[in-house]
């Protein structure tokens, strides 16, 4: 051990103040919500040095889990927000997929402007969230969007888009699907730029039909970077709180859990930061039995994550 740590100390040394802000941004505030969960806390309760008043909250134990997962409407309706983030993110990442495939496809070929297409392609990507969402708000107001002005103009009467109804949930995935696309194009198109074009063309010799080729060849050759990807988009989606909370704000229709966690600690009567924090545990126990059972899969399929 001595000598590993005399040969390797430039590098612990390097890695030490990244250790050092992680712990002190990530895990402290973590270890601080995972226990707000165990108790009672909200702003009536919690400390405030400019009241001169001292923390009253008080040890629950798993009451607030309970609560949380007994599915009571005064606790988010947990199971049915559950079931309309899991809507969310499986349409969002199968389109982003699907579509960032396609167009990768379309972009690995040699094809006049190509360098052209990538950058507009690129371009939903490069813009702040926030202008796009508010681009997009435009677009879908039900009195002077655009998207309205187009269906009245083909004779479709228009919509309420981002009012109460399950067709704001649709049009938050549309943004969504938008925003995302180009990360899944240019990860997808450095994964196809990787594969050998040996192989293609030893499968057009023994007369393997285009489909083929893609079943056989461009797919296995992408698991690896697909993988990835997947893993992150399913991640990222899932806690996707600005696209939804800047397109639609509180509309029950589109709460997902984060969204629905933040109401409870930023809004309200009453903040209620236990509840808050109890959803933030489950969200991130969610993704991680998630990400065990994907990787598990991948593990499977001869690919390592």
Do not use: K
Request: glycine letters at 6%.
């Amino acid at each position: 051990m001595r000598n590993f740590l005399t040969r390797h100390w430039f590098a612990y040394a390097m890695v030490l103040p990244v250790v050092v802000v992680l712990a002190v941004l990530v895990v402290v505030p973590l270890a601080q919500g995972l226990y707000f969960t165990f108790t009672d806390i909200n702003d009536t309760t919690i400390a405030n040095p400019v009241l001169d008043r001292p923390a009253r909250y008080e040890f629950v134990g798993l009451a607030n889990y309970l609560n949380v997962l007994s599915g009571d409407p005064a606790y988010g309706s947990f199971w049915s927000t559950l079931a309309r983030t899991l809507v969310w993110t499986f349409a969002c990442v199968f389109f982003h997929y699907v579509i960032g495939l396609g167009l990768a496809m379309l972009l690995n070929r040699p094809v006049r402007g190509r360098g052209l297409y990538r950058v507009l392609l690129i371009l939903p990507w490069a813009v702040p969230v926030f202008i796009s969402a508010f681009a997009w708000r435009y677009l879908f107001n039900s009195e002077y969007g655009l998207i309205n002005w187009v269906l009245e103009l083909v004779g479709l009467p228009p919509q309420v888009w981002l009012g109460q109804s399950d067709l704001a949930l649709v049009s938050v995935i549309v943004v969504n699907i938008w925003l995302g696309v180009p990360f899944m194009m240019v990860a997808l198109l450095g994964g196809l730029q990787a594969i050998p074009s040996d192989l293609y063309e030893a499968a057009e010799m023994d007369g393997a039909t285009p489909w083929q080729r893609f079943v056989h060849v461009t797919l296995p050759g992408l698991r690896a970077v697909s993988g990835t990807v997947v893993l992150l988009g399913v991640i990222w989606t899932f806690n996707m709180f600005p696209v939804i909370y800047l397109v639609t704000e509180n509309n029950p229709h589109t709460r997902i859990l984060v969204t629905y966690a933040f109401e409870r600690f930023f809004s309200g009567a009453t903040r209620d930061y236990a509840i808050a924090s109890t959803y933030g545990v489950l969200i991130l126990s969610v993704l991680l039995v998630f990400a065990a059972i994907y990787r598990r899969a991948m593990r499977r399929q001869g690919e390592v994550l």
